[in-house]
């Protein structure tokens, strides 16, 4: 609720959501929660194919840390995240949203080959097959 209320402030040109996420980059560079939350508002601001560009952006430059998720931990029965997991997971929905059905079927295959385990994305893509009868 809180993250909603900050995006419609992110509205205006200089809105306190951009002094946020100026301090975010700054206190923690490089990171994906605050490129998540640069895309939030990309989102909000209408500005979805910029969106899009800026997801996929993080998605080509984060393939090593998909490998990297994968070296087995210390702790072998927590789940595997990687840091990419849910900007992809953005994606699909951004493009499901948008009505890119067939892109997001394709991006959301491609996730479940890399995250395999994850039973969101597969119910995603069974709630996708079963509204467009596929």
């Not at 079927?105 to 395999?116: A, N």
Request: charged content about 20%; proline content about 7%; aromatic content about 12%.
């Amino acid at each position: 609720m809180y993250v909603l209320r900050i995006l419609v402030w992110s509205r205006a040109k200089s809105s306190p959501f951009q002094q946020c996420i100026a301090q975010l980059d700054v206190k923690f560079p490089g990171s994906p929660r605050v490129d998540k939350l640069r895309g939030l508002r990309l989102e909000a601001l209408g500005k979805y194919d910029d969106a899009l560009t800026l997801y996929n952006a993080l998605l080509e430059a984060d393939l090593t840390n998909v490998v990297r998720a994968y070296i087995p931990s210390v702790f072998p029965r927590s789940p595997i995240f990687a840091p990419s997991q849910p900007i992809w997971k953005r994606k699909i929905s951004l493009l499901r949203s948008l009505g890119r059905i067939h892109q997001a079927t394709e991006s959301l295959v491609k996730y479940l080959d890399t995250f395999y385990g994850d039973p969101e994305g597969w119910l995603e893509l069974a709630d996708i097959y079963t509204s467009n009868a596929q």
